[in-house]
Structure formats: C-alpha cells, structure tokens
T-cell receptor, first 113, second 116 residues
Framework: AQSVTQLDSHVSVSEGTPVLLRCNYS??????LFWYVQHPNKGLQLLLK??????LVKGINGFEAEFKKSETSFHLTKPSAHMSDAAEYFC???????????FGKGTLLTVNP | DTEVTQTPKHLVMGMTNKKSLKCEQH?????MYWYKQKAKKPPELMFV???????INESVPSRFSPECPNSSLLNLHLHALQPEDSALYLC???????????????FGPGTRLTVL
C-alpha cells in the first residue's frame, strides 16, 4: 500500500522569495515520485520525477526536489517565485500497483506581487 | 515531444444526449488512461488501456464507455450522464504497456464537461 501526504493545502509567497511545498510518502516498494503542476482549467504538467537515481532532482522552470528516504519526504523547492508559478501542485507516487498513481490532495501556491 | 491532445476543450450536454471525448498521442506510448477530476480534487483513475486492451476499469458506471481504436487514439463515449458527472476529464499516456511502474504519465489539457 502507498500514500502521499501534502502537508500544506495552501502556500502563499511573495514574488522573488523561495518556495517550499512539502510532501511525505509511504510505500511498501521502492517508489517513483513525481511532482505535477496544474494551472487553472489546464491539464497536469510534469515538473520532475525521482526514479532511484540522484536524490536531488532538477525539473523544469527552476524547480527541484530532494528525495530523503530516512524522512520519507520529497519536498519541492524553488529559489525565487514568479507570478506564473501560481497553480495547484500535486505530489504523486507510483510503484507496486500497475499503472496506478497515488496523488496527494494538492497544494495551492499563491504568489503575491 | 510529450504532447497529448484532447477534443473538445469544452462540452455541454443534456442527460439524454450521447457524446464522445477524444484523446490522441503520437509518442508511441502503449498505455493510455482516462481520469476524472472534480474541482479542487486530485484526478481519479477511471480506465487504463494497455496495448489497446482494457486493463483496468475502476468500477466506473456503464454510462461511460471507453474505446481504443488504435495505439494512438482513445475515446470516451458518454450516454445518459448525470449532473454529478460534470468534471474535467483528463487523458494520459505512458510508454510501457506491460505494467512498468516507473513510467511517467503525460497528461492532456482535459475536456471540461458540463451535464445539464
């Protein structure tokens, strides 16, 4: 069995300040972990993925995430927020069950000017 | 290119109508998916096709009928829907069709469905 907990339902930052979106996971298998972003009324766009290679994963648009097995965490960070980063972010785990992804409940990121 | 396309972008239908949603990918992916997403919720898996065969049906009501005419196309036929079926319907695809659990799913932009 696997689960994902996104620790914040809403994060608000000012433009130009760092972003931290927190995600903890539970999995009986060696998981693959993903972060997806969804802008309003759009589909999900892959930001980055971890598949047991480097623990620090770099994604698109300046985002990165660090896989910490001891803490079962996969937090998403960005050094400097941009207005266009305002969106819903989903932490996702796969593994063990064919095709099925387990989604977190999402974190809404608001970026203030 | 990691593009999945979906048509139409928006669809409004009555409860007695029959309509279809279409999804297309040209990445050579062998697994394709339908998800339903309600507002402020994560996507929920509905169906999975692997090598053009239905692999997973998540106990979806029969008023939703999927079809995979070929490896690039996925349809979702809709009939006698209810207002609570109004949602964003997302299509996705992934490379391996044999249960590769690390495969990345690439999502389309979705069809916004409203049932009156």
């Amino acid at each position: 069995a696997q689960s994902v907990t996104q620790l914040d339902s809403h994060v608000s930052v000012s433009e130009g300040t760092p972003v931290l979106l927190r995600c903890n996971y539970s999995s009986s298998y060696s998981p693959s972990l993903f972060w997806y972003v969804q802008h309003p009324n759009k589909g999900l766009q892959l930001l980055l993925k971890y598949t047991s290679a480097a623990t620090l994963v770099k994604g698109i648009n300046g985002f990165e995430a660090e896989f910490k097995k001891s803490e079962t965490s996969f937090h998403l960070t960005k050094p400097s927020a941009h207005m266009s980063d305002a969106a819903e972010y989903f932490c996702v785990v796969s593994g063990g069950s064919n095709y099925k992804l387990t989604f977190g409940k999402g974190t809404l990121l608001t970026v203030n000017p | 290119d990691t593009e999945v396309t979906q048509t139409p972008k928006h669809l409004v239908m009555g409860m007695t109508n029959k309509k279809s949603l279409k999804c297309e990918q040209h990445m050579g992916h062998r697994a394709m998916y339908w998800y339903k997403q309600k507002a402020k919720k994560p996507p929920e898996l509905m169906f999975v096709y692997s090598y053009e065969k239905l692999s997973i049906n998540e106990s979806v009501p029969s008023r939703f009928s999927p079809e995979c005419p070929n490896s690039s196309l996925l349809n979702l036929h809709l009939h006698a829907l209810q207002p609570e079926d109004s949602a964003l319907y997302l299509c996705a695809s992934s490379q391996e069709g044999a249960g590769g659990t690390t495969d990345t799913q690439y999502f389309g932009p979705g069809t916004r469905l409203t049932v009156l």
